[in-house]
């Protein structure tokens, strides 16, 4: 569905359990900025519920990272606050509510020696697409 993201060569995903400690099984990188996309799994189905993103350009044209080498996109998905609490937490709780079995957690660092991609403009840009093709926002997304 996305193919902006086929170019990108420093990405991977992990599986999110209730069970799980979402520190421990993160494998996204502490010290690149980037986009990622959250798929809820849930009674044999996968729907990608959540596109975000950590990092940006600056106006100066150098790329902010989050807690530079202590939080990139690691530090983004396991702390950042959702449904009023750090991810590590919310989310456990979130998906028992749901009923949700596993996340599916798919990074994408958008930088590296040749080029910086914005990682806000390109979520912008992947939100966009979206909700051209469902004409709504993913379900975890609040707002553009």
């Known amino acids: 569905m ?9 990405t991977d995903h ?6 799980d400690s979402l520190g421990k099984v993160c494998n996204a990188p502490a010290d ?13 189905r996968i729907e990608l519920v959540y596109i975000g993103r950590s990092g940006e350009v600056k106006p100066d044209g150098s790329l902010f990272i989050r807690r530079a080498g202590l939080g ?5 998905l396991v702390n950042g606050k959702q449904f009023g609490a750090a991810r590590r937490n919310s989310w456990k709780q979130q998906m028992n ?12 660092v958008t930088h590296n020696d040749d080029y910086v991609d914005c990682p806000k403009v390109l ?8 909700i051209a093709i469902y004409g709504h926002l993913p379900i975890w997304n609040n707002e553009l």
Do not use: C
Not at 32 to 44: F, T
Not at 123 to 130: D, G
């Open 72 to 76: 990139g996109i690691k530090d983004r």
């Open 97 to 108: 509510i749901e009923g949700i079995e596993a996340l599916d957690i798919y990074w994408y």
């Open 14 to 19: 992990f599986f999110f359990k209730p069970t």
């Open 123 to 130: 979520e912008n840009k992947l939100i966009s697409k979206y």
């Open 2 to 10: 996305f193919d902006e993201l086929s170019h990108y060569t420093n």
């Open 32 to 44: 690149k900025s980037g986009v990622y996309l959250i798929y809820a799994l849930q009674r044999g």
